[in-house]
């Protein structure tokens, strides 16, 4: 079985610029989540999915990210504009229903803001 | 304070040591704890859930103790392929009636030859 896609792996880009991480979880899995990871840290949610409803995303800086996950499966998170504190590993995981113990993590995209 | 705290290490120990990590949660209504293992930059990975009467998976044993809100992991005879970080995981409800699932910042483990 497949696990977690995510794409890119890497991204380099200069500030201001727009960046655009997909996912596609587990199949079965109606529970997605994106989270940031900075060196040294553990993964900071930034939005989890049941279905298409966005139920927390009080840790998304919405004045410049944006997610959508329009048909339940598949997602893509956005920043526009990027600054150089974006510079992290972005990371998606995926569960059956909330098992938060049990969530299956995509290898993350790495961004580098310049 | 963090809502959920470890010691960030790094433990370097040799191979066959038993060595134990702890972490510390601040949300004494946290309801279910997990240990995720972190290899170098890779992605994080279910290790085990602790459950309220202790817990063993071979070499590890995990423990809650809800009266002084910790739990901690215990690994014996280490092995060098057991060089990775450890992340604690609290889930809590919120005041919200949400759920939050919590990162701990991770504790890294060296296992020396």
């Known amino acids: 079985e497949a696990g977690v896609v995510q794409s890119p792996r890497y991204k380099i880009i200069e500030k201001k610029q727009p960046v655009a991480f997909w996912c596609n979880p587990i199949s079965g899995h109606n529970t997605l989540y994106w989270y940031l990871q900075n060196l040294g840290q553990g993964p900071e949610l930034l939005i989890r999915?049941?279905?298409?409803?966005?139920?927390?995303d009080s840790q998304l800086p919405k004045d410049r990210f944006s997610a959508e996950r329009l048909k339940g499966v598949d997602s893509t998170l956005k920043i526009q504009p990027a600054e150089l504190g974006d510079s992290a590993v972005y990371l998606c995981?995926?569960?059956?229903?909330?098992?938060?113990?049990?969530?299956?993590f995509g290898p993350g995209t790495r961004l580098t803001v310049t | 304070r963090k809502e959920v705290e470890q010691d960030p290490g790094p433990f370097n120990v040799p191979e066959g040591a038993t060595v134990a990590f702890n972490c510390t949660y601040s949300n004494s209504a946290s309801q279910s704890f997990f240990w995720y293992r972190q290899d170098c930059r890779k992605e994080p990975k279910l290790l085990m859930s602790v459950y309220s009467s202790g817990n063993e998976d071979g070499r590890f044993t995990a423990q809650l103790n809800r009266a002084s809100q910790y739990i901690s992991l215990l690994i014996r005879d280490s092995k060098l392929s057991d060089s990775a970080t450890y992340l604690c995981?609290?889930?809590?409800?919120?005041?919200?009636?949400?759920?939050?699932?919590?990162f701990g910042s991770g504790t890294r483990l060296q296992v020396q030859p």
């Open positions: 995981v609290v889930n809590s409800f919120m005041d919200t009636g949400r759920r939050a699932l919590t």
């Open positions: 995981a995926s569960s059956v229903g909330l098992a938060p113990g049990e969530q299956y």
């Open positions: 999915y049941e279905n298409e409803e966005a139920v927390d």
